[in-house]
């Protein structure tokens, strides 16, 4: 069979899990202000990528581009304050960010909240809320960014939904319920899109150590040790492994990945046994 891969391609894969074509490349994280967006901007940065961060909390936003230029001096980095939830905040952002990069290559579109609440005590207030935020937000960031992407030919779309869209679990009905969302969004998206050159996918993480879970633990919400031993790797899930598998995604490595939902949970959803 005739090889079709370039010698320039060959080497790249020869050096391993090498994302280094992705230097130069122009990416858009939402909710990069902590957490996974954070971790997810440190491996971009790692890679020589520019960086577009999104949140709607400035101190946030300021204090990681601080820790990021920190560790990486020359990297090239913009910081836009707003909210997913409001469409017009995100076009102009995004417009913006356009206009200092000259495009948008990556999107990482993962500003959410979690929603855990006993189903019959759950406001209609923060059914909205989780809902407008973790549905409308995607759509609103994915709609504003494909425009440029179609236009130049290609682009990566990656959104961040949960184990809790694949399986559900009691008094989270509407986080599983914007999270299952978030993974059939993916597929439209993915297969409207796709002959323009561009990729939507999902990654769908399991309990991952980041600042919300500390919360709700704290909150009483989260048991670790429960969590600890439900999981069959017998641990909870490392922000940089999630980053990671983003970078992965955003690659050429994934070049043929389209409209799939990608669980990263330790066996979690695997594991049926109570």
């Known amino acids: 069979m005739k090889n079709t891969m370039s010698v320039d391609l060959l080497a790249r894969l020869a050096k391993g899990k090498?994302?280094?074509?992705?230097?130069?490349?122009?990416?858009?994280?939402?909710?990069a202000g902590s957490g996974l967006g954070y971790a997810m901007a440190q491996a971009f940065a790692a890679t020589g990528a520019r960086l577009a961060l999104l949140d709607i909390s400035k101190v946030g936003l300021e204090q990681c581009r601080a820790q990021l230029l920190s560790v990486f001096p020359d990297l090239s980095v913009q910081i836009y304050v707003a909210s997913v939830t409001d469409e017009q905040a995100v076009h102009a952002a995004v417009a913006q960010a356009q206009a200092t990069f000259g495009g948008i290559d990556v999107l990482l579109n993962n500003a959410g909240i979690a929603m855990n609440q006993p189903t019959h005590e759950l406001s209609g207030a923060d059914w909205r809320k989780t809902i407008d935020i973790n549905v409308n937000g995607v759509f609103y960031c994915a709609q504003a960014v494909a425009q440029g992407m179609i236009a130049q030919g290609q682009g990566v779309i990656l959104n961040i939904s949960s184990m809790y869209g694949q399986v559900a679990a009691p008094e989270r009905a509407a986080y599983c319920t914007s999270k299952a969302a978030v993974s059939m969004l993916t597929k439209v998206l993915a297969i409207e899109w796709g002959k323009q050159g561009l990729r939507v996918n999902a990654i769908a993480p399991g309990y991952v150590k980041t600042a919300l879970v500390d919360q709700l633990v704290a909150a009483g919400r989260m048991d670790l040790d429960v969590l600890t031993k439900r999981t069959p790797s017998g641990r909870l899930g490392e922000s940089h492994e999630v980053a990671t598998l983003a970078l992965f995604l955003a690659s050429e490595h994934a070049s043929f990945i389209n409209g799939q939902v990608i669980v990263a949970d330790g066996g979690w959803s695997a594991y049926s046994y109570i």
């Open 18 to 31: 090498s994302f280094m074509e992705l230097a130069g490349k122009v990416v858009l994280i939402t909710g």
